[in-house]
T-cell receptor, first 111, second 113 residues
Framework: DADVTQTPRNRITKTGKRIMLECSQT?????MYWYRQDPGLGLRLIYY???????NKGEISDGYSVSRQAQAKFSLSLESAIPNQTALYFC??????????FGPGTRLTVL | GEDVEQSLFLSVREGDSSVINCTYT??????LYWYKQEPGAGLQLLTY?????DMKQDQRLTVLLNKKDKHLSLRIADTQTGDSAIYFC?????????????FGKGTKLSVKP
C-alpha cells in the first residue's frame, strides 16, 4: 500500500467551483506539504504544516486554503477555481530529517 | 534568496553515462537530494548526500558534491531507457515561504536506444 495517497487522481472542473484535494499518509510524519507543478516552472510550494496546529503559507498561497484535520490528513481547497490553477498537485510528507516523500499527484483541469 | 539551478534537458544513448548537474546557493544546506519523476508519477527519492561528504555511490548512481563551488552532480552509469525521467535536485532550507526543501526546475533525461 502506498504511504502517501491523494484523491482524486484526476479532476476536471469549471471556473468558480470549489474544489478540495485530499492527502493521507501512513508514514507517521508530522510535516506535510502541498506543491503544484507546471511545465517549465518545476515545483512550487503552496502551503506546509509542521504539525496539526501549525500551518504556513508557501510561495504561491493566494487562491488556496488548507486544513490539517489530523496528523495523517492534509487537504487543499480552491475556493473559486480559475483556469490558471490548472496544474499537477502533489502532497508530500517528511519527518525531522527533511527528506520528503511524495504522493502520486492529482491532475486538476479548470475549464 | 536561495535558488537551485539545473539545465532543463539532457539526451544520451543507451549504455552511455549520464551526468546531471545542479548548482545551489545556500551554503548552510545540511542535505542535498536527487528526486526522480517518471511520466505520470510523483517524485521518488533517488538518493541524497550529507553536506560534509564529497561523494556517495549507490549501484549505478554516483553523487558528487563540490561544496566550495556549490555544485552537485548525479552520474548514472550504463544509462537505460527506464532511466528516462525528470530529475530534480533539492537543497535543505529552513522555514520561510519555501518550506524546508528548495527544488530545481528539473532536468528531463531522454535515453535513446
Amino acid at each position: 500500500d502506498a504511504d502517501v495517497t491523494q484523491t482524486p487522481r484526476n479532476r476536471i472542473t469549471k471556473t468558480g467551483k470549489r474544489i478540495m484535494l485530499e492527502c493521507s499518509q501512513t508514514k507517521g510524519h508530522d510535516r506535510m506539504y502541498w506543491y503544484r507543478q507546471d511545465p517549465g516552472l518545476g515545483l512550487r510550494l503552496i502551503y506546509y504544516s509542521f504539525d496539526v496546529k501549525d500551518i504556513n503559507k508557501g510561495e504561491i498561497s493566494d487562491g488556496y486554503s488548507v486544513s490539517r484535520q489530523a496528523q495523517a490528513k492534509f487537504s487543499l481547497s480552491l475556493e473559486s477555481a480559475i483556469p490558471n490553477q490548472t496544474a499537477l498537485y502533489f502532497c508530500a510528507t517528511s519527518d525531522l530529517s527533511d527528506t520528503q516523500y511524495f504522493g502520486p499527484g492529482t491532475r486538476l483541469t479548470v475549464l | 534568496g536561495e535558488d537551485v539551478e539545473q539545465s532543463l534537458f539532457l539526451s544520451v544513448r543507451e549504455g552511455d553515462s549520464s551526468v546531471i548537474n545542479c548548482t545551489y546557493t545556500d551554503s548552510s544546506s545540511t542535505y542535498l537530494y536527487w528526486y526522480k519523476q517518471e511520466p505520470g508519477a510523483g517524485l521518488q527519492l533517488l538518493t541524497y548526500i550529507f553536506s560534509n561528504m564529497d561523494m556517495k555511490q549507490d549501484q549505478r548512481l554516483t553523487v558528487l558534491l563540490n561544496k566550495k563551488d556549490k555544485h552537485l552532480s548525479l552520474r548514472i552509469a550504463d544509462t537505460q531507457t527506464g532511466d528516462s525521467a525528470i530529475y530534480f535536485c533539492a537543497e535543505t532550507n529552513y522555514g520561510g515561504s519555501q518550506g524546508n526543501l528548495i527544488f530545481g526546475k528539473g532536468t528531463k533525461l531522454s535515453v535513446k536506444p
